[in-house]
Every structure is written in structure tokens, then in C-alpha cells.
């Protein structure tokens, strides 16, 4: 497979822009993967004391980059790192060819 242009992929290009008590900040809540459509089955993950709030250290070890973090946390609708991942919780890893298909077709539009 061909290596993406990652600013192109960046999350930014993909999430909502809202206005907080901070200014202008991406909104991971913003629900811009409804329309991901996996081709491949995706992975399952049982979270660890090692990888609990660490999205980071699940792309690494999926994907061989940080990059795809926010990605699994919209796949996986949670929104609060810290709240909504618990040790012994089951996610879902998405193929990484489909991650990067759905992206550049969004980025497409």
C-alpha cells in the first residue's frame, strides 16, 4: 500500500469546529464517522491496564502510528477517555485499508 499523505488524513480535516469557552477547538463528539462502512471484519480489543485511556498505544500497536487514535474512538462512540474506556471493555479495531478508503473519500467531497 502506498503511504497516505498523513496531514491530509489528520483528524482535523474531519471533525466538527466549535466554538468553546477556549475558542475554536475540533469537537471529538462531533459524529463525522456515522457513514464508516468496514469492508474487512474488524479486530477485537479487550482493553488492559496497559491500553485504558491510551487510544494513542492501540493505533501504535494496530497501525504503527499514533495517528488513527480519534479514529477509534469515534468507531467506537466514546467520547471520554478517562469515563468511557475500563479495563476488561471490548472495542473494535478497524482495518486500516478501510480507515484510509473512508477517509479520502470524505476528504474527496
Same mark, same amino acid.
Given at each position: %500500500?502506498? *503511504?497516505?499523505?498523513?496531514?491530509?488524513?489528520?483528524?482535523?480535516?474531519? /471533525?466538527?469546529? *466549535? !466554538?468553546?469557552?477556549?475558542?475554536? &477547538?475540533?469537537? /471529538?463528539?462531533? !459524529?463525522? *464517522?456515522? +457513514?464508516?462502512?468496514?469492508?474487512? &471484519?474488524?479486530?477485537?480489543?479487550?482493553?488492559?491496564?496497559? @491500553?485504558?485511556?491510551?487510544? @494513542? /498505544?492501540?493505533?501504535?500497536?494496530?497501525?504503527?502510528? /499514533?495517528?488513527?487514535?480519534? +479514529?477509534?474512538?469515534? *468507531?467506537?462512540?466514546? @467520547?471520554?477517555?478517562?469515563? &468511557? %474506556?475500563?479495563?476488561?471493555?471490548?472495542?473494535?479495531?478497524?482495518? &486500516?485499508? @478501510?480507515?484510509?478508503?473512508?477517509? !479520502?473519500?470524505?476528504?474527496?467531497?
Amino acid at each position: %500500500m502506498a *503511504v497516505p499523505n498523513m496531514a491530509k488524513l489528520d483528524r482535523d480535516n474531519y /471533525l466538527t469546529t *466549535v !466554538n468553546s469557552d477556549y475558542g475554536l &477547538e475540533k469537537s /471529538l463528539t462531533s !459524529n463525522d *464517522v456515522r +457513514f464508516f462502512r468496514p469492508k474487512q &471484519e474488524m479486530r477485537r480489543h479487550t482493553l488492559s491496564s496497559k @491500553d485504558s485511556a491510551r487510544p @494513542d /498505544l492501540l493505533s501504535a500497536k494496530y497501525y504503527g502510528t /499514533l495517528n488513527y487514535w480519534w +479514529f477509534i474512538l469515534k *468507531v467506537n462512540r466514546i @467520547d471520554d477517555i478517562w469515563n &468511557e %474506556m475500563y479495563i476488561g471493555m471490548d472495542i473494535q479495531i478497524p482495518d &486500516e485499508g @478501510d480507515i484510509l478508503n473512508f477517509l !479520502n473519500k470524505k476528504s474527496k467531497k
